[in-house]
């Protein structure tokens, strides 16, 4: 199991979103459509052959999944019988897709996932003329009981330049419109698929134009157009995966005290990433605490977790074990005595909090729960994804990615995180009012967290 620890990966949420832009209507938010123009890379119709050759190198490979983790709850040789013959008749990427995704939605587990292939197949950062192609609305969305709700905008963005607000009530982005969702959504796919589905609409080629559909706080109707903006880089890539961000973003906070708070966010789990995270603990180490903000963040390389906690540990400890039905790896953290240049460092002492939410899936939710059973930090926000398992990358031979899970995760108290997320220490749902007030509740109340420990502190 450990040969392939440093490409094992937690990335529900970056599946989802490439997924939800195939998306159907909202009824069936996870299952994609077969567009008129197909999303495929072939401008002809798909062959027969590769169709079904693609099909069974999926099936084979879940299988083997199944199998090595002992599940035993499908007829999986029926499933081909049954969906074979569909994929033999698919005339094109998309239509393949969708019976895959079909065999895929069966399962009930996340990091199962069909993708059409990324630009490129090569590791390592992307080229400028890569990043050129990805463009940002400038508008995070959020659920508030059961809505969609504006939570951000880019202060520099067109969003912002055309009126839009947080607390506004999004009715639809371009062609998608908001699922409908059970008492029981408030984990789970349907749940992840709600938050990435926007996410989804919202990207799209800079220069491409976007349409919000959206009422604000006085229930007044905003129907507005305007242009994508660049994504600021820089971007990464890994395996199969397609690009992703890789900036960090660093502050400090000054506490009424006169002591400083060290405030780290990063929006993927990727190896770019590492060096930019260890110079913001190392520019933190004077400060009272550090608040680690995952929200949003869908996961990555889920190795990076063991050094990333290294920063915050004086002894090593287990963050959380992989097990498949004959062997188990252990994600374990030794703690980081020495800078990225070689000087002699203690691991950060002061206090750590974790900002969590709904789109804090995967590493991000393993990691949270690791230093979270360890009493190592503590959890501020709303429950998180509730998407933890390990899961690979592997092209098939259409071109699309299938990703799949390779083995069961446990936190290091035992605690499994699939489908339940995790549970922040303070929960704090977003609310309304503090949209509209411009509050950030979870980040205030982590602050008040580190300035009492100081207080209390000998």
Known sequence: MATFAAIVFGSAGIGASVRAQHAAPPHEAVRPRLAANDTGVRARGLDSALAMATFDSAWRTVGSSLASRGVTRFDWPAVRRELLP?????????????????????????????MPPPPGASSGPVARSEDAA?????????LIAGRLVVWRVDSAGAAARHGVRPGWTVERIDGYTHPTLGAADTVGPRHLAALTGPLAALRGAPGSTVRLVARDERGQLHDVSFERDTLRGPFARFGNLPPLPASVDFMRRALSDGSCVGVIRFEYWMPPVMPALDRAVDASRACAGIVLDLRGNLGGVAAMMMGAAGHFLTEPKTLGTMRTRGDEMRFAANPRRSTEAGVAVEPFSGSLAILVDGLSASTSEMFAAGLQSLGRARLFGDRSAGQALPAMATRLPSGDVLMHVVADFVAADGTRIEGVGVKPDELIPLTDADLLAGRDAPMEAALAWIKRARLAAP
């Open 86 to 114: 569909r994929a033999a008749r698919a005339k094109s990427d998309s239509a393949l897709r969708a019976v895959i995704d079909d065999m895929l939605r069966r399962l009930g587990e996340s990091h199962f996932a069909i």
């Open 134 to 142: 990805l463009g940002t609305a400038g508008v995070v969305t959020r």
